[in-house]
């Protein structure tokens, strides 16, 4: 245990001497301001952190910019390694967050509706074997905090793309489109069908009959997941917004379903 | 996790330097307190070992043993020389044991109320402070605390662990039931520190258990007997105290867990029942504890107890005991019987089993794997219960219902040391969920929930609220935790007050509730004004939870009587969460 013994410049001179690998390749880093492990322990003081706040709180999944497209990765803060994304595939260390990266880039998926489920769950496994804060927890601190962050976002952006309304959702906030969830429902067809719904769910006396309208739901729940596929496709967001509005309203509905079940 | 003066940084930690393979010392070791049984076990640097008492006990009686000027826990065995004088001696009135159940709990809580029948003291004044307990030296009642009494415990069980090690010990991960508010956790970290030991994780313990079962799969998967593709495992634990289940998905060493779901019943409920069964006046009986009746009680205690142990295996068991002053007890118990009187805590485990499935979302024939750990899972009823739900017709095999958790959190100490292991047998994560929701009080004595329970761990959300009065220019922002849809009805975590609200007519004033739980799973709130922004508008607030000491039964109620309608919130329906 050498390497313990050592006082600290010391310790990092004898390391970058001792031997190749990327673990000694590191250039002596400034010391760093303490970061803290959570993003959200900075000063809610500051307007920039408010800004994040805000952006995670209201939506879920953060707003990213788009305007630099990189998605291939960045050069390894730590051992300089090029192509890192995310972790370095070199020397494994947790990359800081790049605004630049959105979801579908994180699960190396096309940025469409239709993902075909492509193994999401195995794919989020594996980046939270790399990116897990519970599994750097003898690294620095910059580097806990990193996966602090990235772990999170890998969080997010799982659970956004796993789901198909949310998913829906983020594609057009990726356009810059922002969904007015609170808008109120002035289509008198569909306020008719959902109070019916309601009512067949409260007077459903049995497990069969709950069933039966549930999966009802589903199908409607399909038919405009698909309408909304084919309006993004053509970029008519209009009808694409429409479409993940009436997928709320049949969610609602399952969930409904769901809690009488 | 535990107060900032018993970390330990090592100076790797603080250089930033990558750390090489720890040395064993700094290898946390992992402990599951049990309400009835304790167990302590290390990573030896190839596998997770379970370490012995000098009575070669792996599971060592919980209870702390109060004499003359000593003290001494269940470790070693307490004043007994001999085994089979332990439980009498344990129910002596002099021992405080069940610290689990009543740690960090109030005056109020059924669970205390439950605990008066046990022989040492314990005294409440129903008010929602902390109760009064006492052990009977030389014929007087000393009192002390929960927290004094485990501390007591986990310092006899370090010497144990160092006398075996040969080296000091600081660093511990500690299984905790899914029910465990995070006020109760603070009382373990509490105790934890009093006894010299740094809390690295607290685990709920079916989530150990789900490490120890992603371990196994992997190794099968190694030796090319696995398929490799994900698993769901139904883990259901019970113990003396405490029930608990989860549902994992399991694949490449990576557990996540999708639902968490406990409750309080457990084999002391289970004892308790079958005591006022077998005899009916068991409460007039034994009200106000003499030496007489103390004594009486624990040979009812004991003879029930080794019962509903022979009834395991048995058809019928006969209970035919002596307690003195004239009262016998003669009556033959079966399982239909055992079954009737304990109906109750059946309906409770079939609650949580079923919230889990639900919201795990999954049907039972999305599981492949049903685990059953933990003391009560012998019991036949519990077995066929939790097997009919998941429609499963046997339990996971390769796995010892006492060790489960123990070994699970000596995995997980050795994971978060930064321990590596050639063999790969430690290439394992646990993705934690919250057990319970999280959110303020609003409307009165309403809920909110800003993080709902299930929610993946590091999380944040946040939630809008707005005021409730014209010109309101502050509100309370009170803190819970749990599963109630009234505020009273969950644990209180703490509250504050925001302050220099612009005047305005209510319901027009944005104000920002955010939680965050971070990866050390510390809990902060964060809030203040959102709308209208600018420089007249006050900081935001930033409040690490939980805060409170003591008394919160008391001090929610003071609360809602003083402030509740004055400086109340209402939910903005704005900006659903996706």
């Excluded at chain 2, 930033?542 to 008391?554: A, K, N, Q, S, Y």
């Amino acid at each position: 245990m050498w390497r313990r013994a050592g006082a600290g410049p010391l310790r990092h001179h004898l390391a970058a001497a001792a031997a190749a690998g990327c673990r000694v390749n590191r250039r002596p880093l400034p010391p760093m301001p303490p970061a803290s492990s959570s993003p959200a322990s900075c000063s809610p003081l500051s307007q920039h952190n408010l800004g994040i706040l805000w952006g995670s709180a209201s939506v879920g999944a953060p707003f990213r910019s788009l305007s630099n497209q990189s998605g291939g990765g960045g050069a390894c803060w730590s051992c300089g390694a090029t192509g890192a994304f995310l972790s370095c595939g070199s020397c494994r260390s947790v990359q800081p967050v790049d605004p630049a990266v959105d979801y579908f880039q994180i699960f190396g998926l096309k940025r469409e509706y239709n993902i075909k489920d492509n193994n999401l769950e195995g794919k989020y496994k594996d980046w939270q074997k790399k990116l897990h804060p519970d599994l750097v927890h003898s690294k620095s601190e910059k580097e806990r905090g990193y996966a602090a962050e990235q772990s999170a976002l890998v969080i997010d952006a799982y659970r956004t793309l796993s789901k198909p309304l949310s998913r829906a959702l983020y594609l057009l906030k990726l356009e810059g489109i922002h969904v007015d969830e609170d808008k109120t429902i002035n289509d008198p067809e569909l306020l008719t069908e959902m109070m019916e719904i309601r009512e067949a769910v409260s007077n459903a006396s049995d497990s069969q009959t709950l069933e039966k309208i549930q999966s009802q739901i589903k199908e409607k729940l399909e038919t405009w997941s698909d309408s909304f596929q084919k309006a993004f496709d053509k970029k008519d967001f209009d009808r694409a917004v429409e479409a993940t509005q009436r997928m709320r309203y049949y969610e609602r509905a399952v969930e409904e379903t769901v809690k009488k079940l | 996790m535990a107060e900032q003066f018993y970390t330990v940084a090592s100076d790797s930690e603080t250089t930033g330097e990558d750390k090489s393979q720890p040395s064993l010392p700094d290898v946390a070791i992992g402990i599951d307190i049990g309400t009835s049984k304790c167990s302590v076990a290390v990573w030896n640097g190839h596998q997770v070992e379970l370490l012995k008492n000098t009575r070669n006990q792996k599971g060592m009686r919980s209870y702390v043993m109060f004499k003359d000027d000593t003290l001494s826990a269940g470790v070693t065995g307490g004043a007994a020389k001999e085994n089979a004088h332990e439980e009498r001696d344990i129910l002596s009135g002099s021992a405080i044991f069940n610290m689990k159940r009543l740690i960090g709990r109030m005056d109020t809580d059924e669970v205390v109320q439950a605990s008066k029948t046990l022989p040492f003291l314990v005294q409440t004044l129903g008010i929602g402070v902390r109760p009064f307990i006492a052990a009977l030296v030389n014929n007087m009642w000393r009192s002390t605390t929960p927290e004094e009494v485990l501390a007591i415990f986990l310092l006899e069980l370090k010497a144990l662990v160092e006398m075996h090690l040969k080296h000091p010990v600081r660093n511990a991960v500690l299984t905790i039931p899914v029910a465990f508010s995070r006020f109760q956790q603070t009382r373990i970290e509490r105790a934890c520190a009093m006894a010299g030991l740094h809390v690295l994780r607290l685990m709920p313990e079916p989530t150990a258990v789900a490490l120890l079962y992603a371990q196994q799969q992997q190794q099968l998967m190694h030796d090319n007997m696995g398929s490799g593709i994900e698993k769901i495992a139904l883990i259901f634990n019970m113990g003396a105290g405490y029930c608990d289940a989860a549902v994992a998905a399991t694949a490449g060493g990576v557990s996540q867990i999708r639902a968490l779901s406990g409750c309080t019943a457990g084999g002391e409920d289970i004892l308790q029942n079958i005591m006022r069964h077998v005899l009916p006046n068991f409460d007039s009986l034994y009200a106000g504890q003499t030496v007489d009746r103390i004594h009486s009680m624990s040979l009812l205690r004991i003879a029930t107890q080794d019962a509903i142990h022979k009834l395991v295996n048995q058809e019928t068991v006969e209970i035919n005991i002596d307690l003195g002053n004239g009262h016998k007890v003669s009556k033959v118990l079966d399982h239909s019987e055992f079954e009737q009187v304990n109906r109750a805590i059946f309906d409770k485990c079939e609650k949580i089993i079923n919230q889990c499935l639900v919201d795990a979302k999954l049907v039972p024939e999305d599981i492949n794997d049903v685990v059953l750990v933990g003391g009560c899972s012998k019991i036949p009823r519990i077995r066929s219960l939790v097997l009919g739900l998941c429609k499963k017709e046997i339990s996971y095999k390769n796995i010892d219902a006492l060790e489960a958790a123990v070994s699970g959190a000596a995995l997980e100490g050795a994971i978060a040391s930064g321990v590596n292991d050639s063999s790969g047998s430690l290439d394992l994560l646990t993705i934690q969920a919250t057990p319970m929701n999280l959110g303020i009080r609003a409307y009165g004595d309403s809920f909110a929930a800003i993080i709902p329970r299930n929610t993946t761990v590091p999380a944040r959300r946040d939630m809008l609220f707005t005021t409730t009065h014209d010109n309101q220019t502050e509100a309370l922002i009170a803190v819970y935790e749990g599963e109630g849809e009234r505020a009273e009805d969950n644990h209180l975590l703490g509250y504050f007050k925001i302050t220099g609200i612009p005047a305005a007519p209510k319901g027009t004033v944005e104000i920002s509730v955010c939680m965050d739980i971070d990866a050390a799973n510390v809990l902060r709130v964060f809030a203040g004004v959102g709308k209208p922004q600018g420089p007249a508008i006050p900081p935001f607030i930033e409040v690490r939870m939980p805060t409170l000491d003591d008394g919160h039964g008391w001090c929610g109620q003071a609360l809602a009587k003083m402030y509740g309608k004055t400086l109340d919130l209402a939910v903005l329906p704005k900006k659903l969460q996706p």
